[in-house]
């Protein structure tokens, strides 16, 4: 099994109307054809979300993908279709629809139900791109989601009860009385 740490979001810095009437399994694969086009073994992400929230799968999970730079070994990349001309701090709802903000916090609590510690980030987090054209963590925090979560504290189990004194040393005046 692949560790996975961290989901980085991505946008396909497309318009609003691209491919419109395409299903999202269709723009998945024009996708994997760009970034074949790059000589990469094809589609970098490994999931879409469509503008009417509808999920395709990209790259298989156990693969390491190709969407962020010198931190793909231990990632996921989900790109959010659209987000054309967006820039890193833009507002969620100028590029998305609120069909695509339902899904990737279904996306993102559907993981983080796996492993209370992944990481949510936005690939504008390790390069200076607009992508995905939003704050990740101040959009996750308005919806009650700790983008970096702490550690949960880890549970201690409690040593092993000591055994009493009088147990250890039995005084001595029993022994003198036996
Ligand atoms: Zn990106």
């Known amino acids: 099994m692949r560790k996975i ?29 760009w970034h074949k086009a790059r000589g990469w073994r094809g589609i970098g992400y ?11 799968q990209g790259r ?7 969407h962020v730079k010198g931190h793909n070994l231990e990632t996921i990349g ?15 709802p100028d590029h998305f629809t609120d069909a695509q903000a339902g899904a990737l916090l279904a996306f993102v609590e559907a993981w983080r139900e796996d492993d209370p510690a992944i990481i949510i980030s ?3 987090e390790y390069a200076a791109k607009g992508c995905p054209g939003f704050d990740v963590a101040g959009w996750l925090k308005g919806h009650g989601i700790d983008a970096r979560p702490q550690p949960a504290p880890q549970i201690v189990s409690d040593p092993a009860p000591s055994a009493p004194a009088w147990l250890l040393r039995p005084p001595m005046r029993r022994r003198a009385r036996a």
């Open 5 to 33: 740490s961290q989901i980085v979001i991505h946008c396909s810095a497309t318009r609003p109307d691209w491919m419109e009437g395409h299903s999202a399994a269709e723009k998945r694969d024009e996708i994997d054809r």
């Open 46 to 56: 490994h999931a879409i979300i469509d503008r009417d929230g509808a999920f395709a």
């Open 60 to 66: 298989e999970v156990e693969q390491i993908g190709a």
């Open 78 to 92: 989900v790109c959010l279709i659209g987000g054309h001309g967006a820039a890193a701090h833009d507002a969620f």
């Open 122 to 124: 936005g690939h504008n």
